[in-house]
């Protein structure tokens, strides 16, 4: 039993282990959690759902953005200048240093090569969401 010294103490981890009550039972201690772990799809799909929590919807863009982007677009290619890409890629935001090599205007593409690789680029011009100058 307890002594009297202890009685005010309801935290049992300070109380010394010879003055506890050897009759309280133990409990199922982690044996509770292995269900949760016979089920690794639900376990796969949880983690999804925790993924795709960051992710955001792709800004649609106006006119006049679309337009100030065609401009810069073009004026890079015409000037050989390498320009910051910031675009769109499976709901996330992402940027690239690119030197544009071509506007391919009927798949709607933009090929190039970042600053620090020589292999090429390809992004989708719905994708891009803007374009600033190095």
């Known amino acids: 039993m307890i002594k009297d010294l202890n009685n005010?103490?309801?935290d049992y981890r300070n109380i010394p282990r010879n003055q506890l009550n050897r009759n309280i039972p133990k409990g199922r201690g982690m044996v509770k959690w292995a269900p949760f772990a016979t089920l690794p799809e639900q376990f796969e799909t949880i983690h999804q759902y925790i993924i795709d929590q960051n992710k955001v919807d792709r800004?649609?863009?106006s006119d006049d953005q679309l337009s100030d982007l065609n401009f810069r677009l073009h004026q890079s290619l015409?000037?050989?200048q390498p320009v910051v890409v910031q675009y769109y890629d499976d709901g996330?935001?992402?940027s690239i240093?690119?030197?544009?090599?071509?506007i391919d205007?009927?798949?709607f593409e933009v090929e190039g090569y970042p600053s620090h690789s020589s292999d090429k680029f390809k992004l989708s011009l719905l994708d891009i969401v803007r374009i600033s100058p190095t």
């Open 105 to 107: 205007a009927i798949t």
């Open 59 to 61: 800004p649609v863009l």
């Open 78 to 80: 015409q000037l050989n």
């Open 92 to 94: 996330y935001f992402k």
């Open 8 to 10: 005010n103490q309801l």
């Open 97 to 102: 240093e690119l030197n544009i090599e071509r």
